[in-house]
């Protein structure tokens, strides 16, 4: 197959790459630019994109002998990506921009490009597994290594898309990952991981949205009493589950924490309230997308996923013409609008993702 590998300038791309030419296939490297500045993010742990990590990928090709090109998708991804991500914070929602570059730019702009071009499949360093079942279809299930496990920012692709897809290291843990590196003579193998969100290196989020907002003042309110506790710059501060960095001095009333439980973008209110007000039973999400092109079924017993590492409970789905229901039978805590509930087959030790949505309301 021809193999257009997505090469970001770290180890696991880099070690998927190789392993794709071990495989056979005819591989070419690619790096996107997604900054629109690249000079000025920094290098290191933090981020990506930077010119740093153009040249480790370049290096990269080069001890793999394949060809290696810069493509630029600054301009889609800021549009699909980063816009994306301010507009639902100023609509008082949680977005995930990893889950949402993963289905606008790395498998819709480049796997659409690369189809053009003749490539099979664009193969990435994600840790999830791909199998293909008897009748043609892909499944896409958890990674060996569960603590690196990407599943859930994949469970947005479409089955088309997983046709298309390759995940070579699925099966590996990362120290693993980074030993075969070495071996390989790589020298991203110690480079370190990168964290937070790639576009605010600084890993200031707050900062970040209220340099492109502004101040939109308002208040918080104990969600009980309605009574006002503090005043804020904007509800683009806050997300649901939030404890820390409220501004709130005066204690509860029973002396414990308390939390972000919903956020009102028209007024400018976030209400605040006890943990256990955090705690949702029933999930409304929209814009669901399935793994095999179509739900298992009317209503059907799954796992659910609500953060990329963490928040699982067994469930029940109920699709529906515009979006899916899920009752949980027990509570999940901080689920917040705007991140996706992934879905997953429970008889399969919950690995297998039957599809994913975007999370609307929770009661």
């Given amino acids: 197959m021809r193999v257009l590998a997505a090469m970001s300038g770290g180890v696991d791309s880099a070690v998927a790459a190789a392993r794709a030419v071990d495989a056979g296939h005819d591989v070419v490297g690619v790096h996107l630019a997604l900054s629109e500045t690249p000079a000025a993010l920094r290098a290191g742990s933090r981020g990506c994109c930077s010119r740093e990590d153009a040249a480790d990928a370049r290096r990269a090709a080069d001890v793999l002998d394949i060809p ?36 606008k730019i790395k498998f819709s702009a480049l796997l659409d490009r690369a189809l053009a071009l003749g490539f ?39 089955s088309r898309q997983l046709a298309h897809a390759m995940f070579p290291i699925g099966d590996t843990g990362k120290p693993a990952v980074r030993a075969e590196a070495a071996e390989r003579g790589l020298r991203v193998a110690d480079k370190p991981d990168s964290h937070d969100i790639c576009f605010i290196p600084s890993g200031d989020t707050r900062g970040f949205l209220v340099e492109r ?21 904007g509800v683009h501060g806050f997300t649901v589950g939030q404890r820390k960095g409220l501004g709130v001095h005066a204690p509860a009333g029973d002396g414990r924490p308390r939390y972000v439980l919903g956020i009102e973008p028209v007024s400018g209110t976030v209400r605040v309230g006890p943990a256990d007000a955090l705690d949702v039973r029933s999930i409304e ?18 796992v659910v996923q609500v953060r990329a590492h963490g928040g699982l409970a067994a469930a029940v789905a109920e699709p529906a013409a515009d979006g899916v229901r899920v009752e949980l039978d027990e509570p999940l805590r901080g689920v917040a609008p705007g991140q996706a509930v992934a879905l997953y087959r429970p008889d399969a030790g919950g690995d297998v993702v039957l599809g994913s949505a975007t999370i609307t309301r929770t009661r």
């Fill in 68 to 103: 290696f090109y810069v493509w630029d998708f600054a301009a889609r991804f800021t549009e699909d990506v980063v816009d994306d991500f301010v507009a639902e914070y100023a609509q008082g929602r949680t977005p995930n921009p990893c889950l949402r570059c993963n289905e």
């Fill in 285 to 302: 999400a929209e814009r669901p997308v399935w793994s095999s092109g179509r739900p298992p079924g009317e209503r059907f017993a799954c």
């Fill in 213 to 233: 907002l502004g101040a939109q003042p308002g208040a918080i309110v104990d969600d009980a009493t309605g009574a006002e506790l503090a005043r804020h710059d």
């Fill in 120 to 158: 099979d499949a664009v193969c990435t360093g994600h840790y999830a597994r791909l199998v293909r079942d008897a009748d043609g279809t892909h499944e896409l299930r958890r990674a060996v290594d569960a603590g690196k496990d990407q599943s859930y920012v994949l469970a947005v692709l479409t």
